[in-house]
Nanobody
């Protein structure tokens, strides 16, 4: 399975953006998928995770209420809807897949290449 993230771009503060992560190959029913981000000079930050089949979600406090993770099982695509963006959300956003419903990088063993989101003030 390979993951391909897309949907990033340059937006203004207050705007919304939806990121996609397309999976090539079969995603196993036990899989968990998540979104992380990494800003320049900062550590990779967990954002949200979802159980692929059951749809159970969990969010980082920093994005709870603003970001929504979802998935389209038929099209094997993961989404991240981001609302009320601010300059602090500027980062490379990465999707990942694993088998543990966790918030740590090592809970995920397959990573996409990332998509850049830049939020101007």
């Amino acid at each position: 399975v390979q993951l391909q993230a897309s949907g990033g771009g340059l937006v203004r503060a207050g705007d919304s953006l939806r990121l996609s992560c397309a999976a090539s190959g079969r995603i196993f029913s036990s899989a968990v998928m998540g979104w992380f981000r990494q800003a320049p000079g900062k550590e990779r930050e967990f954002l949200a995770t979802i159980r692929w089949i059951r749809g159970v979600t969990y969010y980082a406090d920093s994005v709870k209420g603003r970001f929504t993770i979802s998935r389209d099982i038929r099209n094997q695509t993961l989404y991240l809807q981001m609302n009320s963006l601010n300059p602090e959300d500027t980062a490379v956003y990465l999707c990942a897949a694993g088998s543990r419903f966790g918030t740590l990088q090592w809970d995920y063993n397959l990573w996409g290449q990332g998509t850049l989101v830049t939020v101007s003030s």
